[in-house]
């Protein structure tokens, strides 16, 4: 049974959902605390959230069990997402779901800016009919500038067209084919804010883009330019901007979110060509909905199969790749632990290689277990596919991949390659009936072992009676031998077996065995 905690407001239809799912049991508890959501999350393999919940590097010290946090919306200011991947938890967005109505809202004010809706409604009210100070300017044939083109600046695309205006757009992530298929002109970010008559903001806030518009970039626009921000508040030096409007460099601003919400007293409240809504930008019925069920959908879908939907520190694997991956991964995962136990050296690079029916499988997942193999038995940190590659890194393990449909003698293959200072180790295994893995080879060494249990791997000098004198010391200590292979090297005195033993040796035990005269090394591997 798998632990959800709800601790934000999500849509009744999200929660029906989660409430319909089997195998799932379901807290619903908003208003927490940080200190009360410490108290509380250790239990719970699952947090769904929206923006009020503060996911910090505290509670996810605390959160023993968690997996995965759900964030019915877009924006992940609120987790410290740095802290989750460390920890192995996925985070997962919902990028799409109330994609229209952000970009709706972005349109709106950007036609509220053009007439002046906020002041004028303000003047009737106050029984005045100030046509001409509420002067306003048309938007057809003018530039719409978008700032990240991702879902919703695609959907501002559209309606920007709809409207008369020209489209331009930065964003480095997307490639010149998709610009193209909107009829948007692609441009650099300093060609974008100059030409922008409305510059729309739809990025993501990261350390990069904080403060992305600035000084310099108000200097560059046109003092006729209105900038509408919808996206994130550190997107924009606030205090820049009041300077820019406050001296008429800049025309006007809409701003639905702040770098401090709620906001508190600031200079821009005292502008007249400024105007605010209190992020509203998923703030339909229609969005509500969509988002809480598409979070509800995708945790749900992660914790049912593991396919991560939208997750922010994890790479997209559908399910039907996760299903192809899935035998391969854990032969992967088996060859890194065994790797792990014959290294001598702290390993400086990772060659891991696919064949015949594998190369057909996503090489990350498979890759990504072989370094959780290799790595989990090292440190008291858990580690999985979300944090493995981070923990390389900083281990300074270079990860290498290939694939080819070549079948190097079996139906599938993979070998992966341990590479420490002057020498390396090579492992590779395969599948029996696609499911039953294999070790078939260890170095120069051709042995067919099954990789489970205790396992002895002896190199040793070949000669008789060096297998007579490990089974006696085996067997004087109770030990049973379950099945054993050896194997010789061409042109070599040298020899390996391999030893699938009942219970594990103690130090004492291993050390009599690395004693035989013959024997050059033993390692012990449980599986």
Known sequence: MKKVLVSDRLAEEGINFLTAQPGLQLRIQTGLTEDELCELIADYDALLIRSETQVSAKVLAAAKNLKIIGRAGIGVDNVDLNAATERGIIVMNTPDANATTTAELAIAH???????????????????????????????????????????????ALRGHGLGMRVIAH????????????????????????????????????????????????AAMKKSARLINCARGGLVDEQALFQALHSGRLAGAALDVFEQEPPQQHPLFELDNVVFTPHLGASTKEAQTAVSVEIARQVTQYLQTG???????????SSEELNLAQPFMRLANILGKVLA???????????????????????????????????????????????????????????????????????????????????????AGTLLGDQHPRLVSMNHFEIEVVPEGVLLITRHHDRPGVIAAISSILGGAGINITRMQVSNADRQQSAMMAISVSNPLNPQLLQAVCDVPAVQTARQIVL
């Not at 809706?117 to 100030?130: D, F, I, T, Y």
């Not at 396919?307 to 694997?317: F, K, S, T, Y």
Request: hydrophobic share 45%; charged share 20%; glycine share 8%.
């Open 110 to 156: 950007m036609l509220s800016l053009s007439r002046n809706l906020p002041a004028a409604n303000q003047s009737v009210r106050a029984g005045k009919w100030e046509r001409s100070k509420l002067m306003g300017s048309e938007i057809a044939h003018k530039t719409l500038a978008i700032l990240g083109f991702g879902t919703i600046g695609r959907i501002v």
């Open 171 to 218: 964003d480095p992530f997307v490639a010149p084919e998709i610009f193209s298929k909107y009829g948007v002109e692609m441009m650099d970010f300093d060609s974008l804010v100059r030409q922008a008559d409305y510059l729309t903001l739809h990025c993501p806030l990261l350390e990069k883009t904080r403060h992305v518009l600035g000084p310099d970039q108000f």
């Open 307 to 317: 396919e991560a939907i939208n997750a922010l520190n994890l790479d997209r694997v």
């Open 341 to 427: 136990e014959l290294l001598d050296q702290p390993i400086e690079r990772l060659e891991v290689a696919l064949f015949g029916k594998a190369a057909y499988a996503k090489v990350r997942p498979i890759s990504a277990e072989a370094l959780i193999g290799l790595l989990a038995g090292q440190l008291s940190s858990p580690v999985n596919r979300v944090n493995v590659e981070r923990i390389a890194k900083r281990q300074g393990i270079v990860l290498l991949e290939s694939q080819s449909e070549l079948s190097e003698g079996y139906q599938s293959l993979i070998r992966i390659t341990g590479h420490c200072g002057d020498h390396s180790v090579i492992l």
